[in-house]
């Protein structure tokens, strides 16, 4: 029985000659809702790989600020730390709506992706950052929203960490939690930490930690 095989990928071609937004024909653009985000409806058409263009399509598009995220590492002690809160997106969650995840926020106008990392880690956590190191820039969910992720990893002192932060103002209440290595890694693969900045900077992490504990 012979093997069937996917067709082969012209690298040349998808490097040279990507489609951009010029490949797009929007014909409207409708706001649906307007509150701390912004849901649009969207009327266009677009070119198809195999030449001509596609038939008139419509979807609703999520706006939302880009956002940052932060892992908060302690090299000496090989241990992060972590936050808990409410989570209204996870409010039919079988487990819990309270979500233990890494520090994040949203970026401010005239805010660098840097400079937020560090006014969320001392916002949430109550700590400074040292280094920072940049991982990834992503976009959770294209197919709907036009967020995009920047994840850093940032190197911290956790001695002394935990409590309760966050500010009032944007009804935080936020538990800090700080953890071994090892024992965050259990929660992960046992699904408590199941969100995709955590899993993207946990495996980061993973992956670097023995380098980043040689730098000592």
Not at 78 to 103: C, M, T
Not at 177 to 200: K, S, Y
Request: glycine fraction near 8%; charge should be negative.
């Amino acid at each position: 029985m012979s093997e069937t095989r996917p067709p082969a990928v012209d690298e040349d071609l998808f490097l040279s000659a990507p489609f951009t937004a010029a490949d797009v024909d929007l014909t409207e653009r409708r706001c649906l809702h307007q509150g701390f985000f912004r849901l649009e409806e969207l009327h266009l058409r677009h070119r198809l790989f195999e030449g001509g263009w596609s038939g008139q399509v419509v979807r609703e598009v999520h706006h939302r600020h880009d956002a940052v995220g932060v892992l908060l590492y302690d090299v000496e002690r090989d241990a992060v730390v972590l936050i808990e809160q409410f989570r209204p997106g996870a409010l039919d969650d079988p487990d819990s709506p309270w979500k233990v995840e890494i520090v994040a926020g949203l970026v401010k106008s005239g805010e660098s992706v840097a400079e937020v990392a560090r006014r969320e880690t001392l916002e949430e956590a109550g700590c400074e950052v040292g280094e920072l190191i940049e991982l990834h820039t992503y976009y959770p969910s294209p197919g709907a929203c036009d967020e995009r992720v920047t994840l850093f990893c940032g190197l911290v002192d956790s001695r002394g960490l935990g409590g309760v932060h966050g500010l009032d103002e944007e009804h935080e209440d936020i538990r800090v939690h700080v953890l071994p290595f090892t024992r965050a890694w259990e929660l992960l693969q046992g699904g408590r930490l199941d969100n995709a900045m955590c899993l993207i900077a946990f495996y980061w992490l993973a992956g670097e930690r023995a380098s980043l504990r040689a730098r000592r």
